[in-house]
């Protein structure tokens, strides 16, 4: 089962009227005439990471009073990582010889320190991990395994930012994609924080742009948990609207994805033979091999079949796609009663799920006598 994949999204509280106390301001207002240049404002000091902002706005009164959160909202959104970053706000509006002014209080899950301490360690990672010439697949390939190889998930749910998770090597969903976009953006691809729910809860994670093309890619829940040195997962790797839509939903409206993967890698193919080794390499990690007749079994009689084979040639095992996910504990015994009697001393079985169509992946070894 799953942990709880946390998702902290800024808690916003809004005051409007009279100032309270009030921490100390700037000593000049910023200036806006009307509700973008109000929205221009904010998401320039959102950008500053700056704790407190004083706007002198000279526009209608009565529309500000009813727009205003729409309008933070939308300088939030203008970049995720600021927005993710966001503990919380405050906000009042004091009306003052024909004109408002407006104050924010902004209170931040990490630092303009800490930012720019991620932004240091992201550059010296990608200096060692992108080389000239890199594609986009293969850029966001080796990003997407450093961050699986580098972070476990924090099972005590504590962790929520970049800097938390290069600093511990642990976080949650959201330290996750967080770093995810700083390092992809960062690389030249462009990138999303996707916030959305699955089963257990509420749930982060990216799209990524590639080709062109946009893919949903969960760098969590591609991290085994427990965490397991050296493993990486590719289930949801570059993956479309449709099959993300297995197990997560998201809440907001985002780029498409309706691409599979596969034909945007069979293209590359095409048009970038020099990069064959790649592809192949790419292909194997996917596990887009299984996909293929020769690595496909498909009836109760195929394990003894294939384990006979394995046993003719000298082999000490076998790995294959089976589409009786179901039967393939009863349809394995049976033929390794078979091999026992064929000269097996003792055998060993995993079995892995593959895809959503009920496949699994068994893998079979054995001793001989």
């Known amino acids: 089962m799953r942990p709880n994949r946390m998702l902290s999204c800024g808690i916003i509280v809004c005051i409007v009227g009279m100032f309270a106390s009030q921490p100390s301001y700037a000593a000049d207002y910023a200036a806006a005439a009307d509700l973008a240049q109000l929205e221009s404002a904010v998401a320039d000091a959102l950008l500053e990471r700056r704790e407190a902002v004083r706007i002198e ?6 529309e500000l009073a009813g727009r ?6 939308r300088a939030l959104r203008r970049d995720d990582y600021t927005y993710y970053i966001m503990d919380s706000y405050f906000y009042s509006i004091r009306p003052l010889d024909g004109r408002s002014h407006v104050r924010l209080t902004l209170n931040w899950r990490e630092t303009p320190e800490q930012t ?20 986009d697949h293969q850029r966001v390939k080796a990003i997407h395994d450093w961050i699986v190889l580098r972070l476990a998930y924090d099972a005590g749910l504590s962790r929520y930012t970049a800097y938390e998770a290069l600093r511990t090597g642990k976080g949650v969903c959201q330290a996750y994609a967080l770093l995810a976009y700083k390092m992809l953006t960062a690389a030249g691809i462009p990138a999303r924080i996707v916030e959305g729910t699955v089963s257990e809860g509420d749930h982060a994670w990216n799209l990524v742009r ?10 969590t829940w591609d991290d085994p948990v427990p965490d397991r040195a050296g493993v990486v997962s590719y289930e949801y790797y570059l993956k479309t609207d449709d099959e993300m839509r297995r197990d997560h939903a998201w809440t907001r409206d985002y780029p498409r994805a309706d691409t599979p993967y596969r034909a945007a890698v069979a293209a590359a193919e095409k048009s970038d033979p020099e990069r064959a080794g790649f592809y192949e390499s790419l292909k194997a990690s996917l ?3 299984w996909l293929q007749p020769e690595h496909t079994a498909a009836t109760a009689d195929d394990p003894r079949r ?6 003719a040639s000298g082999a000490d095992g076998f790995k294959v796609r089976y589409l009786r996910g179901d039967a393939v504990r009863g349809d394995l015994r049976r ?7 064929a000269g097996v001393r003792e ?5 892995a799920p593959f895809g959503d169509d009920g496949s699994v992946l068994p893998e079979v070894t054995w001793i001989r006598r």
């Open 57 to 62: 706005y000279t526009g209608d009164g009565r």
């Open 68 to 73: 205003i959160r729409d309008v933070i909202m």
């Open 116 to 135: 720019a301490e991620v932004d240091r360690q992201v550059r010296d990672v990608l200096e060692r991990l992108i080389t000239p010439g890199m594609n």
């Open 210 to 219: 590639v080709d062109g093309r946009w893919y949903h890619l969960d760098v």
């Open 287 to 289: 596990g887009w091999k």
């Open 306 to 311: 294939r384990i006979g084979e394995a046993l």
């Open 335 to 341: 033929a390794m009663e078979e091999a026992e009697a």
């Open 347 to 351: 055998f060993e079985a995993s079995i």
